[in-house]
């Protein structure tokens, strides 16, 4: 049978993030036009890639459910009509945990956090405002963080650090869980 044929979208949607990942790495950390540009479209190729991910999911279970309806949610109620378990998904939901407005979980730290307030920043980014971020100044250290929209407070990483710790997250999570799929259609 042939491979997933979302599987290289999913891929060529990392290269992307990486792309934009690597342009922000080089910029001073201003919060220029040009800076912020590349956070809005790092975060937009990057949960591009895993609703693409999603996309291989529907096809590797047979779900049956329309390209251009493909979400956890629809997801979820044809694997539940299908009577089927998908532990890919599950593990998804999971780490998109606040993201349907559930309240954080008490001493769920960030770095845990990483998909769900990566969905919240490009959420804000494509459809809202600016990301909010804070600035820390304290002798020759200037750092520059997002602020947590659960809590109103800067994070702990600094934005290079998450951005880059959600891109090294989201290629280990997509690659592991794509084994977990069947290599087919049924």
């Known amino acids: ?9 999913t891929t060529q949607k990392l290269e992307f993030a990486k792309l934009y990942l690597d342009l922000r790495l080089r910029c001073p ?3 220029s036009l040009n ?14 890639a895993k609703d693409s991910f999603l996309q291989e999911i529907n096809y590797a279970l047979g779900l049956g459910v329309r390209e251009h309806v493909v979400s956890e949610d629809n997801l979820r109620r044809a694997l539940d009509k299908a009577k089927k378990k998908c532990k890919a998904l599950d593990e998804i939901e999971n780490l998109e945990d606040g993201k349907k407005g559930k309240q954080k979980k008490e001493g769920k730290h960030e770095k845990d956090r990483w998909l ?3 969905i919240w920043f490009r959420n804000q980014g494509t459809h809202r405002a600016n990301i909010r971020r804070h600035f820390r100044r304290g002798g020759d250290v200037e750092s520059t963080s997002f602020t947590d929209p659960s809590t109103g ?7 290079t650090e998450f951005l880059s710790d959600c ?3 989201m290629v ?3 690659n592991r869980l ?3 799929l069947p290599p087919w259609a049924p």
């Open 1 to 9: 049978m042939p491979p997933n044929p979302y599987e290289s979208r």
């Open 178 to 180: 794509r084994s977990t």
């Open 29 to 31: 950390g201003d919060a």
């Open 167 to 169: 891109f090294e997250k």
């Open 35 to 48: 800076e912020r540009a590349h956070e809005e479209s790092f975060l937009y190729h990057l949960i591009g």
């Open 116 to 118: 769900e307030l990566a």
């Open 153 to 159: 407070e800067a994070m702990e990483q600094t934005i």
């Open 172 to 174: 280990e999570l997509l």
